[in-house]
C-alpha cells in the first residue's frame, strides 16, 4: 500500500491540503529503498512476480512526481521485468516514470505495450483490481499526465459503453478500487 498512501499524501498536499512534511518524506524514503532493493516481495500470494513488478512501477511513478525515481532502476525494470506484468497498469506507471525522469524513449515503448496488452489477470490477482478498475485509472493518468490521444477515445467509450450495461444489472456493484478510478477519470475529463 505505500505507493497508494504517497500517492495520495502527494495529490492532497497538491490540493492544498496539510500534510505532515516529515510524514511524507519518511513514505518516499521507504518507496525509494524498496525501488532500490527490488522491491517488496509477495510471497503467500500466487503471482508474486507480477504484484512485485507491479508495485515496483508504482513506487517508480510516485518518486518520478516529485523528480526522485532513479532513472537506471527503471530503465532496468522496463528492460528486464516488463514481461512480468499480467496487465497494462504497472506497464503505464513504469512508462509514465520513465518519461518524467529523462528516458522518453522507453517511456513512450512502455506505455504504448501497455495500452496494447491484453488483461491477462486471473480471478483473484491480490492487488484488489479489477479489468474496469485498470482501465478506468490508466485513462486517467493519461490525461493528468497530459498523454492523451485520440485512440484513447475509443477505450473511453467502450469503457462507458461497459458501465451502461452494468447498470442495466440487478446486481449492479462497483469495488472501492473501481469507484475511485472511475472518480479519478472523471475528474481528469473535467480538466
Do not use: C
Request: aromatic residues 8%; hydrophobic residues 40%.
Amino acid at each position: 500500500l505505500t505507493p497508494y498512501i504517497a500517492e495520495f499524501l502527494l495529490r492532497s498536499r497538491e490540493a492544498g491540503f496539510a500534510v505532515p512534511e516529515a510524514m511524507l518524506q519518511k513514505t518516499l524514503e521507504r518507496l525509494n529503498e524498496d525501488l532500490l532493493t527490488g522491491g517488496v516481495p509477495f510471497y503467500s500470494y500466487d503471482q508474486p512476480d507480477h504484484l512485485r513488478f507491479a508495485y515496483m512501477a508504482h513506487a517508480g511513478y510516485v518518486l518520478s512526481q516529485v523528480n526522485r525515481a532513479p532513472l537506471g532502476t527503471l530503465r532496468t525494470l522496463y528492460d528486464n521485468q516488463r514481461n512480468q506484468s499480467l496487465t497494462g497498469l504497472p506497464l503505464l506507471h513504469l512508462g509514465l516514470a520513465l518519461g518524467k525522469q529523462g528516458d522518453q524513449t522507453r517511456g513512450d515503448k512502455a506505455i504504448a505495450e501497455a495500452l496494447a496488452k491484453t488483461d491477462r489477470r486471473p480471478r483473484w490477482l491480490g492487488d484488489y483490481g479489477s479489468p474496469l478498475r485498470d482501465e478506468a485509472l490508466m485513462l486517467a493518468l493519461l490525461r493528468e499526465n497530459d498523454r492523451s490521444n485520440p485512440q484513447q477515445d475509443a477505450r473511453l467509450l467502450a469503457l462507458s459503453r461497459d458501465l451502461q450495461a452494468r447498470t442495466r444489472q440487478a446486481w449492479y456493484w462497483l469495488s472501492t478500487q473501481e469507484q475511485i478510478a472511475l472518480a479519478r477519470l472523471g475528474r481528469a475529463l473535467t480538466l
